[in-house]
């Protein structure tokens, strides 16, 4: 069970931080992803932790402005947002695959999503 929390509104230029809470599975053999989906889009790719940590992938848009990290003894990613804007308004996931993936398709396990809105 993954469960996100941390979503809320905020204005632009301000910071969030989502946590991903993973339980019933072995957290720390896993990679964590997080993708968002905006409303009438496709979802997307946000950024990717491999299972220790010491390897992270974003998505261009983000680069430099949001950050992945993991607690892997308290079974927890997070996604610290910095400098949003009212573009990153999405319901944020977060996925756990076998291996450390952009796709979402070889991600296996999924959260419920947790709302981000950046207001102008």
């Known amino acids: 069970q993954l469960v996100e929390s941390g979503g809320g509104l905020v204005q632009a230029g301000g910071s969030l931080r989502l946590s991903c809470a993973v339980s019933?599975?072995?957290?720390?053999?896993?990679?964590m992803g997080w993708f968002r989906q905006a409303p009438a889009k496709e979802r997307e790719f946000v950024a990717s932790?491999?299972?220790?940590?010491?390897?992270?992938f974003y998505a261009g848009s983000v680069k430099g402005r949001f950050t992945i990290s993991r607690d892997n003894a308290k079974n927890t990613v997070f996604l610290q947002m910095s400098s949003l804007k009212p573009e990153d308004t999405a319901v944020y996931y977060c996925?756990?695959?076998?291996?450390?993936?952009?796709?979402?398709?070889?991600?296996?396990?999924w959260g419920q999503g947790t709302l981000v809105t950046v207001s102008s």
């Open positions: 996925a756990a695959a076998r291996d450390l993936w952009e796709q979402e398709r070889y991600y296996d396990y």
């Open positions: 932790i491999s299972w220790s940590g010491g390897a992270t």
């Open positions: 019933g599975h072995t957290f720390s053999t896993l990679a």
